[in-house]
């Protein structure tokens, strides 16, 4: 491979095509590490959507450590993966108390930070500081998987060896951050998972593209099993408000509200596992009055599915819940749960009824 001109063509490519993203008018290490952690497991439209309202919220470091969690985390919602935020959180406390708020530069530092690993420690010390550090994210993984043609599992060792090899000898001294940038962007628009080879501006070191082995690249270990899990939750309504309660610090999406509800045991109709639920977790009996709708959602590889319903109290009055399964809980007017970080898969249940005529006068909207 001449490296010089697979670097002068690449970096050519990306002057003429790189999108216009905000924290690229102004790369400072903040900004870059926010867009870093948003963009795992995120689409780009989003990221620039959030990254533009959490700049508003939190300028700085110093702004994002004095925010509470909750705050924190109600910014972070429809992003999924919660611990970034708490991440986020934690390391940005971290700078203020040991930088003095300024963000350190030292690659090493950067990657002892909560949340940050070796590549969004490559991205910041090469983008906001210039140091001709490898980023290497699974868009880079791909690219070099085609263009060495590696016939190895890329995400195992020896295949990561090489493309970090690789990239350490291609990176520019003068230009280190829009190199990783420019392969990260050809990896996203050009060299995705169906490639565009025609318009590849590297397609002339490509072994993967000579040899017509492209379909077989990358190789990529086996796919985990998919987990499929069946859920009911309740919204309960008395007097004209919502039960609500946050989840255990030790739990899934710790500090976040939900619904009381759970998974199916074997031989449940939904129903049947919500008025069990209620009582285990909240010492409440509830008659599931209303199908609201069904909520399909990811993560990971759990494949959930939610039958939602509008419960009410079984005996008419409902005594004080006991949060068995919770930190805290509590009715309250169904206006305000935009107020709260909700799961994605409540959230959007939240956001039926909002739309649905059914909950109008619940939700205020008549």
Same mark, same amino acid.
Not at 160 to 163: A, E, M, S
């Given at each position: 491979m001449d490296g010089t001109r697979f670097t002068r063509n690449l970096l050519d490519w990306y002057d003429a095509n790189r999108r216009d993203l905000p924290w690229r008018d102004d790369p400072g290490p903040y900004p870059v590490w926010i867009s870093e952690i948003m963009a795992q497991q995120t689409q780009m439209d989003r990221v620039v959507e959030y990254h533009r309202r959490w700049m508003r919220h939190y300028p700085d470091p110093e702004a994002l450590a004095k925010a509470p969690e909750e705050a924190v985390l109600k910014s972070w919602e429809g992003l999924g993966y919660y611990n970034r935020a708490r991440n986020i959180r934690k390391a940005a406390a971290r700078i203020v108390d040991e930088f003095g708020g300024e963000f350190p530069s030292d690659p090493a530092v950067i990657r002892s930070l909560p949340g940050i690993g070796e590549y969004t420690a490559g991205a910041i010390a090469s983008i906001a500081f210039g140091q001709p550090v490898p980023?290497?994210?699974?868009?880079?993984?791909?690219?070099?998987?085609?263009?060495l043609d590696i016939d190895t599992p890329i995400r195992e060792k020896a295949g990561? %060896?090489?493309?970090e090899a690789c990239v350490r000898e291609l990176l520019p001294e003068d230009r280190p951050g829009d190199f990783n940038q420019a392969l990260m962007e050809l990896g996203a628009l050009v060299c995705s998972r169906l490639p565009d080879c025609p318009v590849c501006p590297v397609k002339e070191h490509c072994l993967?593209?000579?040899? %017509?082995?492209? %379909?077989?690249?990358p190789v990529l270990p086996p796919g985990k099993d998919i987990i499929r899990i069946n859920m009911a939750t309740g919204v309960l309504v008395h007097e004209g408000q919502a039960l609500i309660q946050k989840r255990r610090p030790d739990d899934v999406w710790p500090g976040l509200w939900e619904f009381p509800g759970g998974c199916l045991e074997q031989g449940e109709t939904p129903e049947e596992a919500l008025v069990r639920e209620y009582r285990e977790e909240v010492e409440l009996d509830v008659?599931?009055?209303?199908?609201i709708t069904v909520v399909a959602y990811s993560y990971t590889r759990y494949r959930v599915t939610m039958?939602?319903?509008l419960c009410r109290p079984a005996n008419g009055d409902v005594p004080a819940p006991v949060f068995?399964?919770?930190v805290e809980g509590g009715f309250v007017q169904p206006a305000s749960l935009a107020d709260y970080a909700f799961p994605s898969g409540h959230r959007r249940l939240i956001d039926f009824m909002r739309n649905d005529l059914r909950f109008a006068e619940l939700f205020r909207l008549s």
């Open positions: 980023a290497i994210d699974a868009n880079v993984l791909r690219v070099f998987a085609r263009v990561r %060896g090489q493309v993967a593209h000579a040899r %017509g082995t492209i %379909g077989a690249r008659v599931p009055e209303e199908k039958h939602c319903y068995n399964a919770a």
